[in-house]
């Protein structure tokens, strides 16, 4: 009998031959030190191959859950949904939502909302926050909030939504699409935060999160996690906007974003770069890397792109850096509310 | 892989997703962007219903990738490139640094295979069976392994003359 062919070989030992097959290899192999040897050279060639095609695997991450009825219909409803949406929060707030940081000053006769919805932990904006209740509350959001926003703990209780209801349930429904199904990712979101735009991306887990912005993401403190988004924003390597319930009618957005490493706000590549560096360690890449888009970049856009920003933080009095990252809040909120809110933001720890 | 009723494509999403990942990470190096594919290929089997659910997805997920990459090659010619790879900036130790250019080494080993190869090899590792991958590429089913066998055999050849000649150029 003839030796057994490599593809043959591999076969068998991806245990894709039938069972004649298997007989006739084995019945050769048996005879045939050669071909054993060979047998074993590939059955290494095999377990290298695989190997290496393991080193170039993506982050094994948890499996978003399927709902199959849910995940066309919920996605349609979520982009449909979500512009009104904007429209009916910001109304609903200016009318009475807007009056619980500063009711202090006045008690709000129609809105038990304020006082009998309180959610203990919005307490702790008003309080001094001991680094301990941040743990512990963070801890808190995370296991329930983060991972299952539509179920949000800490969610104040429902009993006394009353008039602002007809805002809150949509959003809901939206946001638990977009959690659940994951919305395909293709049509973007565009968020107007504090005038500019930010194209929102999927929503994201808080490790995701994390390994985007290489930093625990910033949160006011005591306020349940509803969901995480990637975004992009130009001046950023990442964007990460976690968007927090006050109560049950006021969602805010607190923007991560972390700066680009290059600290050149647009990097204009002209012509397809192929990524040829890649074999070169990461390490000794960068600073000649860092070198040569400097050379090859046009002098108009960096200036514009810096020119953008410094007006951005001009414009923006609501923008505070901590550490590697720089944060913002942005909601139906009073300016001076959401500087507070922008006072108080933490890590959100695991 | 019979009919996909909903349930059954439910029980697909269990066995498959990841391996869809997996395989549309090897197309367009982003995690997030190979898992917003494989979401939009089961959202689209959803409306589709495809007799066979698996193969039809990976079909589906390899045009998707290759329209990606189309689309990306196309914006970079003039878009503004907000900046390096956030994954790549994030990492700082020795170790994750050595990942990461295991990682481009691979990557750029795969490269060098035909696309035929290439594409063979990573049906396998996303774990479809001879019968798919012939399905899938239109290949003999005799012919597989004789492809698989030249896939990872230069695959291999082609990582290690990397790591050598980088070493090289090292000095």
């Known amino acids: 009998m003839s030796h057994v062919d490599d593809g043959t070989l591999h076969a068998y030992l991806d245990g894709e031959l039938s069972p004649a097959e298997v007989q006739g290899v084995e019945a050769h192999l048996a005879q045939c030190p050669a071909c054993r040897g060979r047998l074993d050279e590939e059955r290494a060639l095999i377990t290298r191959a695989g190997e290496l095609l393991a080193l170039a695997a993506p982050p094994d991450r948890e499996l978003p859950p399927f709902r199959a009825g849910d995940m066309k219909p919920l996605t349609r409803l979520w982009w449909k949904v979500r512009l009104p949406l904007a429209w009916a929060a910001t109304v609903a707030i200016a009318l009475g939502i807007g009056t619980y940081l500063g009711r202090g000053v006045e008690q709000v006769p129609q809105a038990p909302t304020a006082s009998d919805t309180q959610p203990a932990e919005l307490q702790a904006l008003q309080a001094p926050i001991s680094a301990d209740t941040v743990q512990r509350e963070s801890r808190a959001w995370l296991r329930g909030a983060a991972r299952t926003p539509p179920a949000a703990p800490a969610a104040p209780a429902p009993a006394a939504r009353g008039e602002t209801q007809m805002a809150v349930i949509p959003r809901d429904t939206a946001l638990s699409a977009a959690t659940l199904a994951r919305a395909p990712a293709p049509q973007a979101a565009f968020g107007m935060v504090d005038g500019a735009l930010v194209e929102k991306a999927s929503p994201i887990s808080l490790d995701s999160a994390r390994a985007l912005l290489g930093a625990d993401p910033l949160a006011v403190p005591g306020a349940p996690i509803r969901t995480m988004y990637r975004a992009r924003e130009i001046g950023y390597s990442a964007v990460v906007i976690v968007e927090q319930a006050l109560d049950s009618s006021t969602v805010i957005e607190v923007v991560n974003g972390r700066r680009s490493p290059l600290a050149l706000d647009a990097v204009v590549v002209a012509g397809a770069a192929a990524p040829v560096a890649q074999a070169d360690s990461v390490r000794e890449r960068a600073p000649l890397g860092r070198a040569r888009i400097a050379d090859s970049l046009a002098a108009a856009p960096a200036a514009k792109a810096a020119a953008r920003l410094e007006r951005y933080e001009t414009q923006n009095r609501g923008l ?31 | 892989m019979g009919s996909s009723a909903p349930q059954d494509l439910a029980e697909v999403y269990r066995t498959t997703y990841r391996a869809l990942v997996r395989f549309l990470y090897r197309k367009v190096w982003d995690a997030e962007r190979a ?13 589709h219903k495809p007799e066979s659910a698996r193969g039809w997805l990976f079909i589906v997920a390899a045009n998707m990738a290759r329209d990606d990459a189309r689309r990306a090659a196309r914006e970079r010619r003039h878009l503004t490139l907000l900046t ?24 750029v080993a795969l490269d060098e295979l035909s696309p035929r190869d290439r594409e063979v090899l990573l049906l396998w590792d996303s774990g479809l069976s001879y019968d798919e991958i012939a399905a899938q590429t239109g290949l003999a089913r005799g012919a597989i392994g004789t492809t698989l066998s030249r896939a990872r055999r230069r695959l291999v050849q082609a990582y290690e003359a990397g790591k050598a000649g980088e070493h090289v150029a090292r000095g």
């Open chain 1, 320 to 350: 505070r850096r901590l550490g590697d990252l720089e944060v913002r809040v942005s909601g139906p909120l009073p300016s001076d509310s959401l500087q507070k809110l922008l006072r108080v933001v933490q890590p959100v720890k695991p």
């Open chain 2, 84 to 107: 390096a790879e956030p994954q790549e900036s994030t990492l700082a130790s020795d170790e994750a640094v050595e990942v990461e250019s295991d990682r481009a080494r691979v990557r």
């Open chain 2, 35 to 47: 898992e917003d594919l494989a979401q939009e290929a089961f959202a689209r089997a959803l409306i």
